[in-house]
C-alpha cells in the first residue's frame, strides 16, 4: 500500500517500510533493491544493524530516485555524546545527503569503552537536546525516538531543554504486544508510532494463532497480511523484516480489500502476550510496564 500518515511536521510517513534488523549481509541489499522495485517507499535501518551501506547500495541498485524513498536511520548507543558525528557517520555508510528521519535508538546513553556502562553524567534527555540542533543542517528531515515508554517520554517531554516533540516512537507493536496504553500517550502528544517486530520476528507464534488463522482463511489473506493491515488501521506504520522476495512483495499487497471493525477488534482481544526485545542487555532499564 502507498498510505501515509501525517506527521507532526507536516510531513507524510509512508504506512509500510521495509524493516532490516536481524537482515544479514549479502541479502538486506536485495531485499531493499526488490522492495523499492515493488512499491515500497520506506527502509528503515540502523547503525546497530551494521548493514547501513548495503542498504544504501540496495537504493541505488533500485533505481528509485532518493527523493521519493523515506529513509530512517538511528542513532546508536554508544554514540550519545557524539551526536553530529554519529549522523556524518550513518550518512557516509548510507551514501545519502539526508535521512527522512533519525531516531534515538534506546533511551540508553552507553560509554563506549565500555558497553556495560551508563554514563553517569549524560542521558537521553542530553541527548536529544544534540539531536535537535540536526534539525535545519538539511540532514535529517525529522527527529524522533526508539523504544521509550511513557516514563521516559514524560521526563523528555516535561524538560525544559526538550523544543521538538518527537516526531515518531518507534517501539515493538504486533497483536502480542499492542501496547494500547503507550499508542494511546503517543496520540495524545502528536507522537506518531511506527512498529517493528510488526509480525513478531523470527519464530513467531502469532502463525499459530487461531483468531489470526480464522481471519486469514474468511480474507483468503495470509496472516502475516493480516497482521500488517491491523497495525495499519489502529494507526500505526508497520516495518515488517523479510529478505525473502516473495514475502516482501505479499507484504505490501495491503490494498483492494479490508478488516472489518469487528475482526480489528477480535485481533486487538488476542490474549497471548510476548515481547521480542526486552532491555536486559542495556545498562539501564528502559521498559517499566507502562508500555503495556
Ligand atoms: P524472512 O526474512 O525469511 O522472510 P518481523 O517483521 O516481525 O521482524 O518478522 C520478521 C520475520 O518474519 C523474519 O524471520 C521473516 O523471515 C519473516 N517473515 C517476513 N514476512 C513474512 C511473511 N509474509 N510470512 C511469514 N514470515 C515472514
Not at 261 to 270: L, N, P, Q, R
Request: charged share 25%; proline share 6%.
Amino acid at each position: 500500500t502507498s498510505k501515509t500518515f501525517k506527521l507532526n511536521t507536516g510531513d507524510s510517513i509512508p504506512a509500510i517500510g521495509l524493516g532490516t534488523w536481524q537482515s544479514q549481509p549479502g541479502e538486506v541489499g536485495k531485499a531493499v533493491e526488490s522492495a523499492l522495485r515493488g512499491g515500497y517507499r520506506h527502509i528503515d535501518t540502523a547503525f546497530a544493524y551494521g548493514n547501513e551501506k548495503e542498504v544504501g547500495e540496495g537504493i541505488k541498485a533500485s533505481g528509485v530516485p532518493r527523493e521519493e524513498i523515506w529513509l530512517t536511520t538511528k542513532l546508536d548507543n554508544p554514540w550519545h555524546k557524539r551526536v553530529a558525528e554519529g549522523i556524518e557517520r550513518s550518512l557516509e555508510n548510507l551514501g545519502t545527503e539526508y535521512v527522512d528521519l533519525y531516531l534515538m535508538h534506546w533511551p540508553s546513553s552507553t560509554d563506549p569503552d565500555d558497553l556495560k556502562k551508563h554514563y553517569p553524567d549524560w542521558d537521553f534527555v542530553d541527548t536529544w537536546r544534540e539531536m535537535q540542533k540536526l534539525v535545519g543542517t538539511g540532514k535529517v528531515k525529522n527527529i524522533g525516538v526508539s523504544n521509550f515508554g511513557i516514563k521516559n517520554l514524560e521526563r523528555l517531554l516535561n524538560d525544559p531543554s526538550c523544543k521538538i516533540v518527537p516526531a515518531v516512537n518507534q517501539i515493538e507493536l504486533h497483536p502480542g504486544n499492542p501496547s494500547p496504553k503507550l499508542v494511546a500517550y503517543c496520540a495524545s502528544k502528536g507522537i506518531h508510532c511506527s512498529g517493528y517486530s510488526p509480525l513478531g520476528s523470527s519464530n513467531s507464534p502469532l502463525y499459530s494463532n487461531e483468531t489470526l488463522k480464522s481471519i486469514a482463511e474468511a480474507k483468503g489473506r495470509s496472516i502475516a497480511q493480516v497482521i500488517l493491515l491491523w497495525g495499519i488501521k489502529k494507526g500505526w506504520s508497520v516495518l515488517p523484516k523479510s529478505v525473502n522476495p516473495d514475502r516482501v512483495k505479499a507484504n505490501f499487497e495491503l490494498d483492494g480489500w479490508d478488516l472489518t471493525d469487528e475482526e480489528v477488534a477480535k485481533i486487538d482481544g488476542v490474549k497471548d502476550r510476548f515481547k521480542v526485545c526486552g532491555d536486559s542487555w542495556l545498562p539501564v532499564k528502559v521498559f517499566f510496564g507502562d508500555d503495556e
